[in-house]
């Protein structure tokens, strides 16, 4: 198990758990916060997941109402282009 810091474009930081090659993990949310108002804890949509991580599904912010898409059990938590 690896452990180390993720930054998004300066925006986000977070203790982010990587196994596996770096999948999102469930947990994940308890430490996530939104990039673009820093709101904690959001919203977590699951449409597809096996035993160990979600695979597919949406990230949202309720605050601000920006959806951020999990593709391959990888967050998409770049904010969006204005």
């Known amino acids: 198990m690896l452990a180390r810091r993720v930054y998004v474009k300066g925006l986000l930081s977070a203790w982010a758990m ?16 939104c990039p673009v108002c820093k709101f904690h804890p959001l919203e977590l ?11 597919e599904g949406t990230i949202r912010c309720p605050k601000c109402n920006v959806d951020y898409p999990i ?6 938590m770049l904010p969006p282009e204005k």
């Open 71 to 76: 593709e391959d059990g990888i967050p998409n």
């Open 45 to 55: 949509k699951v449409k597809r997941e096996d035993e160990k991580e979600v695979l």
């Open 18 to 33: 990587r196994m596996d090659g770096g999948v999102m993990k469930r947990k994940l949310m308890d430490i996530l916060a």
